[in-house]
């Protein structure tokens, strides 16, 4: 079929299906993705064509076909010309539901965090007249208003309903005036009544003072000084609640050390240092420190750090037991991330209104040492598809005791070399192999035995059980009784190409699953003189190894690996042993060597046989 092209102006028929990311509903028309606002996923519309760039076409609906029963009648009159409101003609009740659909699906596709526990949104106690803050576009006649996203064409605005009444009276005493500037910021108290407007107009026609740098707000009865080019929340009452959730998610005693990184103003600083022992606030603006300071006036507990985030934590005073986070949409540098991790505080509290990157930042954080404990939406902008989250984080626990239930040197040094920490508790459970029993089944059987004979002595952790056996054209050789033995087996072995099997049992004592495997590598063993095997021999290295050699003896080198695992010969294939660690919940406190590659010859066959119980 061919493509038929649009043009800006035509109208098109299409079903929404989806959500888009700024807040349009989602289309396909003829091969083309469409991005239609005022749409709804499930509605069919007709749609106009506003404009066209290489990957997308935008439009807006001009009329419902089959109207989705969460569509209310838009009160604003600028709706759908500005396009700072994206969502009025959506129930608020179905806005608190897809901002929490939203949060769910980013930690999904970009935080691969699935099963995340996302709270219900918590609603704004006001839908409209809740913002502080506005910036306007200045138009050619010095009127004020704002610029169409996608058409870039300026709307003028004689009321917005998103702004408190202290902006709407500034907006009505500015506007046409304001003709020597571009673009205009307006900040307001609504319970101070103090403001702000930037930059500084010098018209003598303008009637209200300009050019102020700082103004005043108020969050539960504590003023805050703001410079005009700081960061402060927009939404007064929602900000109060937010401060809420933050203190009832790090649940605090009055003992703690808390930093508060990215801290801006300080506002989580100064209103939560009534209930910990110590803050500590970072913040890379001088100006935002100077008021930060002012605003800390009384408290003496406080500690504004000026710098990046990512130097301070470097060499922070004390550790600290509770770190906030709130930093711009673009969310965390990974040197902060790096330095966080190093810190390891045990409760971590991220603030985000960009799903996005806070999905990013956490996938950072838990893949090492955290994990999120639940995340909370609050709707800090009503009617727009922004979605403020509190993400709760606490340290993953430490994992129980590591026990190798074997005497082995050579696994004991290969769990060594790996970074972990573990004890030896060898096991004395029978090694004897069974009438008609495979080499496969009765290393697996001797490896569970094993572990199992540790675990039922201990109450958690996890255990460790391997046996080891080379296989000759089926038939499995175990250690030698004596050296006459080690001889007769050699002998066999010399020039042979066979195979090392070695069973594989992880146990998790807390809860009593176990995992067991085993994993095939395949040998050549080279032919060897008398005289290097009686040296071997009397070396004494082939009397607690199966098939009497090792392929790791370097004066003797008896064989090569040529396929599978070379820990697996040693006697614990440890990328195999690491999964089923990781499968059962075991998460290492520390960064551990990765074999594969290094002694795994880059591949490891790990066979779909594994063997589950518990």
């Given at each position: 079929m061919?493509?038929?092209k649009l043009?800006i102006?035509q109208?098109?028929?299409?079903d929404?299906?989806?959500w888009g990311r700024?807040g349009e509903a989602?289309a ?5 993705d ?6 709804i996923?499930?509605e069919s519309v007709v749609a106009?064509?506003v404009r066209?760039r290489r990957k997308y ?12 029963p ?6 604003c009159?600028?709706?759908?010309e500005c396009t700072g409101?994206?969502w009025?003609?959506l129930?608020?009740?179905a806005?608190?539901k ?6 769910v699906d980013?930690?999904q596709?970009?935080?691969?965090l ?6 219900d ?6 839908q409209y007249g809740?913002?502080?803050?506005a910036r306007?576009?200045v ?5 004020l208003?704002?610029?169409?996203r ?5 709307v003028?605005?004689e009321?917005c ?5 202290g902006i709407?009276?500034i907006l009505v005493?500015?506007q046409d005036?304001?003709g020597?500037?571009?673009q205009l910021a307006v900040r307001?108290g609504r319970?101070?009544?103090?403001f702000l ?7 003598p ?15 539960d009865?504590r003023?805050?000084?703001v410079?005009?080019p ?6 007064i ?16 005693s009055?003992?703690e050390v808390l930093?508060?990184a ?11 240092a009534?209930f910990?022992?110590?803050v500590y606030?970072i913040?890379?603006?001088?100006a935002?420190?100077e008021?930060?300071?002012e ?7 406080v500690e504004?750090l000026l ?6 934590l ?5 550790p600290?037991?509770?770190v906030?986070?709130?930093?711009p949409?673009?969310g ?11 810190l390891r505080s045990p ?5 985000s209104?960009d799903?996005e ?6 996938k950072?954080l ?6 999120v404990?639940q995340?909370q ?6 009617q ?6 509190v993400?709760v984080?606490n340290?993953k626990?430490t994992?129980?005791?590591?026990v190798?239930a074997?005497?082995s040197p050579r696994?004991r040094?290969l769990?060594?070399e ?8 060898p096991?004395?459970?029978p090694e ?15 490896s569970?035995?094993?572990a199992l004979?540790?675990?039922?002595g201990?109450t958690?952790?996890?255990v460790i059980?391997?046996d080891?056996t080379v296989?000759l054209?089926?038939r499995?050789i175990?250690k ?12 066999e072995?010399?020039g042979?190409?066979?195979?090392v099997i070695?069973g ?7 809860t ?7 994993m095939t590598?395949e040998?050549?063993m080279?032919?060897?003189t ?5 040296a071997?021999i009397?070396?004494g290295?082939?009397?607690d190894?199966?098939?009497a050699y090792a ?9 090569t690996l040529?396929g ?6 040693v006697?614990l294939p440890l990328?195999?042993?690491?999964e089923m ?6 998460e290492p406190?520390?960064?551990l060597?990765?074999p594969v590659?290094?002694q795994c010859?880059?591949?490891c066959p ?6 589950v119980?518990g």
């Amino acid at each position: 079929m061919v493509q038929q092209k649009l043009s800006i102006g035509q109208e098109i028929q299409v079903d929404l299906l989806s959500w888009g990311r700024l807040g349009e509903a989602m289309a396909c028309h003829e091969g083309q993705d469409v991005f239609v606002l005022g749409g709804i996923p499930g509605e069919s519309v007709v749609a106009e064509v506003v404009r066209i760039r290489r990957k997308y076409v935008a439009a807006r609906v001009v009329k419902v076909l089959s109207p989705s029963p969460d569509r209310v009648d838009p009160p604003c009159r600028y709706y759908g010309e500005c396009t700072g409101c994206q969502w009025q003609h959506l129930e608020y009740q179905a806005q608190l539901k897809n901002k929490r659909h939203k949060v769910v699906d980013a930690l999904q596709r970009v935080g691969g965090l699935n099963g995340t526990r996302v709270l219900d949104t918590l609603p704004s106690p006001s839908q409209y007249g809740y913002r502080n803050h506005a910036r306007f576009t200045v138009g050619r006649a010095g009127d004020l208003g704002f610029v169409n996203r996608e058409t870039r064409r300026f709307v003028r605005i004689e009321r917005c309903m998103l702004m408190h009444d202290g902006i709407n009276r500034i907006l009505v005493d500015l506007q046409d005036g304001c003709g020597e500037t571009t673009q205009l910021a307006v900040r307001a108290g609504r319970d101070t009544g103090d403001f702000l407007v930037q930059p500084l107009l010098k018209d003598p026609s303008v009637v209200i003072p300009t050019g102020q740098k700082h103004y005043l707000e108020s969050v539960d009865d504590r003023q805050f000084r703001v410079a005009s080019p700081s960061f402060f929340q927009v939404n007064i009452d929602q900000t109060s609640q937010l401060i809420v959730v933050v203190r009832g998610a790090v649940n605090l005693s009055g003992t703690e050390v808390l930093l508060d990184a990215y801290t801006g103003v300080g506002t989580f600083a100064v209103l939560l240092a009534p209930f910990v022992k110590r803050v500590y606030a970072i913040e890379e603006s001088s100006a935002a420190v100077e008021d930060a300071k002012e605003n800390a006036a009384g408290l003496e507990n406080v500690e504004f750090l000026l710098g990046k985030t990512e130097d301070i934590l470097v060499d922070l005073p004390l550790p600290p037991d509770v770190v906030i986070l709130d930093p711009p949409r673009a969310g965390c540098q990974p040197s902060a991330l790096d330095q966080l991790l190093s810190l390891r505080s045990p409760r971590l509290v991220y603030v985000s209104c960009d799903p996005e990157t806070l999905a990013r930042d956490l996938k950072v954080l838990c893949e090492k040492h955290y994990q999120v404990d639940q995340i909370q939406p609050l709707d800090m902008f009503p009617q727009t598809h922004h979605v403020e989250c509190v993400a709760v984080l606490n340290l993953k626990p430490t994992p129980g005791p590591l026990v190798l239930a074997s005497g082995s040197p050579r696994r004991r040094e290969l769990l060594t070399e790996l970074g972990l920490d573990f004890v030896v508790q060898p096991s004395n459970a029978p090694e004897e192999p069974l009438d008609g029993e495979t080499a496969e089944d009765m290393v697996r059987r001797l490896s569970r035995d094993k572990a199992l004979t540790v675990a039922v002595g201990l109450t958690d952790g996890f255990v460790i059980g391997a046996d080891s056996t080379v296989v000759l054209e089926g038939r499995s050789i175990g250690k030698p009784d004596d050296e006459d033995d080690a001889r007769r087996m050699l002998r066999e072995l010399r020039g042979t190409e066979h195979q090392v099997i070695t069973g594989l049992t992880v146990v998790n004592v807390s809860t009593g699953q176990r995992l067991t495997d085993h994993m095939t590598a395949e040998i050549v063993m080279r032919n060897f003189t008398d005289e290097e095997m009686e040296a071997s021999i009397a070396s004494g290295t082939p009397m607690d190894k199966a098939g009497a050699y090792a392929v790791q003896d370097t004066v003797f080198r008896p064989a090569t690996l040529q396929g599978g695992c070379y820990t697996n010969v040693v006697g614990l294939p440890l990328c195999r042993m690491l999964e089923m660690l990781q499968e059962l919940g075991y998460e290492p406190q520390a960064d551990l060597f990765t074999p594969v590659g290094s002694q795994c010859l880059g591949f490891c066959p790990f066979r779909d046989h594994s063997e589950v119980a518990g």
